[in-house]
């Protein structure tokens, strides 16, 4: 899929070490990020700074924002994510 630059992606972590107690009953999608460059098949995103990871993934781990939720839908907000002992 293509995406475009400034566009709201959510990001997989499937390859990304969280320090919660169990990866399988952790959100699949991490929060949105908004997309800086795209390169080649790669986008790089705008993470912040407490992420220690790198900024470029595969368009296979993103996922776009759609913004076509229901009427008075909220959704709850989470904790912050901790990425390799530090909070986001």
Same mark, same amino acid.
């Given at each position: &899929? =293509?995406? $475009? %630059?400034? @566009? &709201?992606?959510?990001?997989?972590? /499937?390859?990304? &070490? =969280?320090? /919660?107690?169990?990866? $399988?009953? @952790?959100?699949?999608?991490?929060?949105?990020?908004? %997309?800086? %460059? !795209?390169? !080649?098949? *790669?986008? #790089?995103?705008?993470? +912040? +700074?407490? &992420? $220690? =990871?790198? +900024?470029?993934? *595969? +368009?296979?781990?993103? #996922?776009?924002?759609?913004?076509? *939720?229901?009427?008075? #839908? #909220?959704?709850?907000?989470?904790?912050? =994510?901790?990425?390799? @002992? !530090? @909070? !986001?």
């Amino acid at each position: &899929m =293509i995406y $475009k %630059i400034n @566009d &709201m992606m959510f990001l997989n972590s /499937r390859n990304i &070490m =969280i320090s /919660r107690l169990s990866k $399988k009953l @952790d959100n699949k999608m991490l929060e949105l990020f908004k %997309i800086l %460059i !795209e390169i !080649e098949h *790669a986008y #790089q995103l705008k993470l +912040s +700074s407490t &992420m $220690k =990871i790198h +900024s470029k993934f *595969a +368009s296979n781990l993103l #996922q776009l924002d759609s913004k076509d *939720a229901l009427e008075k #839908q #909220q959704n709850e907000s989470s904790d912050s =994510i901790v990425v390799e @002992d !530090e @909070d !986001e």
